[in-house]
C-alpha cells in the first residue's frame, strides 16, 4: 500500500504542478502532494532502518528429543568458531529415527546445553518484529515482512544423559568396545556369567513347575530359551553400565 501511495502521491504532485492553471491553487496543491510524497518515502525508510510500524514479540515452543545412542542416553554437541562459545547440537526428535539432527548457530541463533534438568526436551525461544497492527501491516507488509531477531534453543537433559563433543563420544565408544572384548576374553568372567545364567535360567524353571508341574518337554525347551535370553539381556545391560561408569570416570566426563 505505502508503495502505491508514493506513487499516487508523485503524480499528484505532478498534475498539481504542471496542469492546473491557477498558479494559486497549483503551487498550494503541489506543495501538499510534494509533502506527502517525502513523508510516505521516509516512512519507508523508517520502517526498513527502525522498524516504523512494528513491535518485538516472542514465540515459545517446547518439542521432545531423544538419545542419538539407542543403547543410552547421550546428546553430542560440536564447538564452532575459534573461540569455541558457539555449538552446533546433535540430537534426535523420536527413538525411531535414523539420521540424527544437526541444530546449526547462526548470527540470529543460538543453542544452549542445560544438564540436570527434570525434563528432556527442546525448548525454542523466537524474538519477532512484527506490525502492531493491521493498519501497519497492510500499509508495510509489501516493504518488510515479520522479521527473526534472534533464536535461542535450549536443549534441557535429565541427569541420566551423557553430554560429550563428537570426539568425545568417538572416543567414548572406542573405551567401550575394548573394555568390552577384554570381559569377554577373560575366561573368569565368562565362566563366573556361565554359573550365573545356569542359576538363574533354574530358579526360574523351578518357579514356572510349581505352578505348572505337567509341562511338556517343548514347553520346557522354550523357557528356557526365554530365560537364558532374558538373563543376557539383564547382564548386557549390567555390564554396558558399568563399563560407562568406568569410561566415564577415566575420561572425566561431566
Known sequence: MIFLLIVVFVLGFFVCWNLIPNQTISNITGIIFAVLSILTVFAVVANFNSHLGM???????????????????????????????????????????????????????????????????????????????????????????????????????????????????KEFQSRIKKLAKEQQSNPATAEAAKAQGEQFVQGKMMEALQKNPDLSDKEKTVMTKKYTEEFQKEMKAKAMQQLTKQVISEMKIQ
Open 55 to 169: 513491535k518485538k514479540a516472542t514465540v515459545q515452543t517446547t518439542t521432545q528429543i531423544a538419545s542419538v545412542n539407542p543403547q543410552m542416553k547421550m546428546l553430542l554437541y560440536q564447538p564452532v568458531g575459534t573461540n569455541g562459545k558457539e555449538q552446533a547440537v546433535i540430537y534426535k526428535k523420536t527413538d525411531q529415527q535414523k539420521k540424527p539432527t544437526v541444530s546449526k548457530p547462526a548470527l540470529d541463533t543460538k543453542n544452549i546445553v542445560e544438564k540436570n534438568s527434570n525434563k528432556t526436551e527442546l525448548v525454542t525461544k523466537s524474538e519477532y518484529w512484527v506490525y502492531k497492527n493491521d493498519f501497519y501491516k497492510t500499509m508495510f507488509s509489501v516493504a518488510q515482512k515479520h522479521e527473526l531477531i534472534k533464536r535461542t534453543r535450549t536443549f534441557k537433559v535429565d541427569g541420566d544423559y551423557l553430554v560429550m563433543t563428537t570426539a568425545q563420544a
